[in-house]
């Protein structure tokens, strides 16, 4: 009798479409994930406003790559490494919920109707201005927030928001662009010697 192979799959709407780390994705990533209520709605460690599952925000379509695990709770493990955060931040579908729900249904449903064995996802909450749960109240809050950042932390905001799939074109996304594009300066070249 031959060896079952089991399909685990990770869903993706921001840095790791780009840049996985450690996580073992099979193939490339496919653009037609479940769509999910996404915003830009999570001031991460290093300044950078991240995609999130915000409730309330516009549902968008996510992307998806098949992994190579062996079961759901070791691709959730990787994928908590991956994101430096705890295994409770992860989904797991089937499994129990996250802390932060919104969008697992959605993603439940979409992963049993593709018949996957497991499916994981990043369930961060929002944070904004010291908040948890909460992200920015509109596209003005958010792009004010992209407009006090400078050097560095400028640097790293501006490629998240640029290198976001294109396909993930939430509600605050295109103030985000036009603030970028406003603040963004070249550095002048050099006078010569």
Do not use: N
């Not at 031959?2 to 921001?14: A, L, Y």
């Not at 759901?72 to 931040?89: D, N, P, V």
């Amino acid at each position: 009798m031959g060896e079952q192979s089991v399909r685990i799959v990770c869903i993706g709407w921001g840095s790791l479409v780009w840049d996985p780390g450690v996580l073992r994705c099979v193939g490339d990533w496919h653009v037609d994930g479940p769509t999910l209520p996404l915003e830009f709605a999570r001031v991460s460690r290093d300044g950078r406003l991240t995609l999130v599952l915000t409730p309330g925000a516009a549902p968008v379509p996510a992307l998806w790559c098949e992994l190579d695990y062996l079961t759901g709770e070791a691709s959730q493990a990787a994928l908590a490494g991956r994101e430096g955060t705890a295994i409770h931040a992860i989904g797991l579908w089937p499994g129990p919920m996250p802390k932060h729900t919104s969008g697992a249904a959605q993603i439940a449903q979409w992963g049993g109707d593709r018949g996957f064995d497991a499916v994981i996802w990043t369930a961060l909450r929002p944070r904004f201005g010291g908040a948890d749960g909460a992200g920015p109240k509109d596209a003005a809050a958010a792009a004010s927030y992209l407009g006090t950042l400078s050097g560095e932390a400028l640097v790293r905001a501006s490629e998240y928001v640029r290198r976001a799939p294109e396909q993930v074109k939430t509600g605050f996304r295109a103030a985000l662009e036009a603030t970028i594009a406003a603040t963004w300066r070249p550095v002048p070249d050099a006078p010569p010697p």
